[in-house]
């Protein structure tokens, strides 16, 4: 489970922020806290701010992380990595960005970090505090460019690779390569968080098809979540049937998506009515033809919702309310924060602009976070706990948070001049 992550000159942020999943010691919705190993962690956090106030680069900076660690094992000795710095001053864009993340994994405590550039990683380290260990942390590693200081005793797995490790390539990665225990546990941890767009279903719609045509764990949940928030259909219905259009004798590209052989068909059951609004019996119909935008979406993120539930993993989506009610992006919220359907720790992360959710009858202030830019057009991210007035008063848990944000009390809104 995710417990902090903290980045710094990525994007529009210039200085170090971090988003915290930690719970505070606040009274609303306690049943929803997740106890972990001594740990009070929050099942949700929700991200609000103008249109290009730095919301999507908050997810942003969490999935690049993902993908340096996931995909440094790849890399060449000279291939370039991912460095998007801020570039509004001077200093920035010669300066590294870093990122650290803090987790739990298998009853112990993970801090992992690295700085980089687009040419190498200039810092990485890693710490482990153990349960049972009271706050004691134990450093299994920390690397300056070429230099390492591995802890023999607390992580054999390293000692002796720091010389097999490129100046582009991150050690974890090499160690987990090679079957280091902890440092696969880092790489799996990073593995198990999903990311989504909500304007777009690439990427996870052909999961989502085949965990209902295969009728895989978290088909039924899925179901049952659409009859629930009553889409309009009676059932789905995955088939597969052949692809009228099978080039693959022919010399087309191996990458065009014609060259299938099979193609899945996704419809959707719906009553057929007499005059008199009886129901005379049930017809099929193609989801594309007979559902709106918003219900097809929610069919295509069922896959990712339920696996990440099912197995409690991290969900990062950006604009999740997209195409949505309200009253659905309220229930897919409800989904994490119900204790009873989200009994494995699964976590949601979400940029949106649905302000119904600013209710604490459905989020605590330690789960509304803001983004916004200075003067000189560096994001900044703060909480809702966080907030202070002019007067340094906080935020009270009677507040109309709806109506304080629109009306420009937390900052966060558009500013038209």
């Not at 935008?293 to 309310?321: A, R």
Request: aromatic share 12%; net charge negative; proline share 3%.
């Amino acid at each position: 489970m995710l417990i902090n992550f903290t980045f710094q000159n990525f994007r529009s942020f210039r200085d170090e922020k971090t988003l915290s999943m930690e719970a505070g010691s606040i009274k609303e919705l306690k049943e929803s806290v997740i106890e972990k190993d001594k740990y009070r962690l929050l099942p949700v956090s929700v991200l609000y701010g103008a249109n290009s106030s730095g919301k999507s680069n908050v997810l942003s900076a969490l999935l690049t992380m993902r993908g340096v660690v996931l995909y440094s094992v790849r890399l060449n000795p000279s291939d370039e990595l991912f460095f998007n710095p801020f570039m509004l001053d001077i200093d920035s864009p010669t300066q590294p960005t870093s990122f650290e993340i803090e987790f739990i994994q298998d009853g112990a405590m993970y801090r992992y970090g690295f700085e980089y550039n687009q040419k190498r990683i200039i810092k990485e380290w890693l710490y482990e505090k153990c349960a049972g260990e009271g706050e004691r942390e134990h450093n299994l590693f920390l690397r300056v460019e070429d230099d390492f200081e591995v802890n023999k005793s607390q992580f054999p797995e390293g000692f002796g690779k720091e010389d097999a490790t490129a100046g582009n390539r991150l050690f974890v990665s090499l160690v987990a390569q090679l079957k280091g225990e902890k440092s696969k546990k880092i790489i799996d941890w990073f593995s198990k968080c999903n990311y989504l767009s909500g304007l777009t279903s690439q990427g996870y719609e052909g999961y989502t098809l085949q965990m209902l045509y295969e009728h895989l764990n978290g088909c039924d949940d899925a179901l049952n979540f659409f009859h629930h928030v009553n889409l309009g259909f009676n059932n789905i219905i995955i088939t597969e049937k052949e692809n009228p259009n099978d080039f693959s004798q022919m010399n087309s590209s191996p990458a065009d998506n014609l060259n299938r052989k099979k193609i899945v068909e996704t419809q959707t059951t719906h009553n057929i009515y007499n005059r008199d609004g009886s129901i005379s019996g049930e017809r099929a119909f193609a989801k594309d033809e007979m559902e709106s935008e918003g219900t097809k979406k929610v069919i295509e993120m069922s896959g990712p919702i339920f696996d990440t539930l099912n197995k409690g993993k991290l969900l990062v989506v950006d604009e999740l309310d997209a195409k949505l009610h309200p009253l659905l992006t309220r229930n897919i919220v409800g989904l994490f924060m119900d204790p009873n359907i989200n009994r494995n720790g699964a976590q949601l992360i979400f940029a949106t602009h649905d302000t119904h959710l600013l209710n604490l009858e459905y989020l605590r202030r330690d789960q509304i976070w803001f983004t916004e830019k200075d003067n000189t057009e560096s994001s900044d991210l703060y909480s809702l706990i966080e907030f202070r007035d002019g007067d340094g008063n906080k935020v009270r848990n009677d507040s109309s948070i709806e109506k304080d944000y629109i009306n420009g009390r937390y900052g966060a809104i558009p500013f038209f001049k």
